[in-house]
């Protein structure tokens, strides 16, 4: 009978309906409370495209299709698309699920860093795999906060949804948030090694700044070498000598210096240029000009003498040029 109720035509072919109100697959998880949903979280892009409005990505509708107007879209200001999410207060966070656009572009958060509280949280990648589950992110260690930023370095950013899951039996629990000043900065791979970047977003100070490539973007994890792409320190040659250096906010044994430099022009400029883990001399760049730049994201590395200098600064100067 095409005017009885669904739920009467429901009975009538399965007979059981009590088992699908009853299976657990389809019951909501009350292990994780998504805490984007409180009314008085506040949400924030870097602007707005093509009537993507922010509150899109938190409205609570993961479906990933542009056209049912569910997913938010901001371009790039001054070359670095952001979202910006605060919430009503601090929680341990589990995880995040991230939904992205899955009728095309998928890619385009690929490489977008997630940031609890200013802190490194992870580095989206192979967002293009079944785009219409949602991602979930995971930082390295349970990170506690308020703020959660995504950040894509030259590009839009496209989000469906954004879930900050916190397990609901905490969800009114006190958390102590780092300092991160103080943290461990970003984890990377070397090879087949396992480092911690310490220097990753930590404070700087620098002797001059051209145009706006201020010291900040040194450390900001981009490794984009293109000056023009906007995640390179750019000094203005002011005379004497010119720096940069980064406070790690406390003493750390390093390794090895790791140094993107320009490579779409100018790298001879910083050949000579000398870097020191606090008051101690490590080393300094050599034959800048034999770099190939058809290379991306070549680092120069410099290798203190000693096998590992302990330092709460590191410093980087160079005499009479940029």
Known sequence: DKHKPLSDHFEAISGKRECFEKDPRWQPSTEFTNVAQNKDVKVSQSNEVA??????????????????????????????????????KAYNIDHLMIYGRSDRDQNWLNDAQVLVDGQFCATLANMEKEPTEGHKVQCGTSLAGKTIEIQKLGSHIVLCEVQVMVKTA????????????????????????????????????????????????????????????????????????EYLEVDLGRNFQIDQIQIWTRADCCTNRDDGVKVFVGENYCGK????????RTKVRQAQIVKCNEALMAGNKVRIEKLYDH
């Open 51 to 88: 009537g993507g409005k922010v509150q899109r990505s938190i409205d609570g509708n993961t479906n990933t299709h542009w056209n049912t107007k569910s997913c938010s879209f901001s371009n790039k200001k001054d070359n670095m698309g952001w979202w910006k999410l605060v919430l009503d």
């Open 170 to 241: 905490s969800i009114d629990a006190e958390v102590s948030v780092g300092d991160p000043q103080l943290s461990a900065g970003q984890p990377v791979k070397v090879g087949d090694m396992d480092y911690y970047n310490v220097a990753f977003r930590k404070k700087v100070t620098y002797s001059s700044v051209w145009s706006k490539y201020p010291g900040e973007k040194a450390v900001d994890g981009f490794t984009n070498q293109d000056n023009w792409r906007g995640s390179c320190f750019h000094s203005n040659r002011k005379g004497g000598v």
């Open 285 to 292: 760049l050599q034959d800048m000009n034999k770099v190939d």
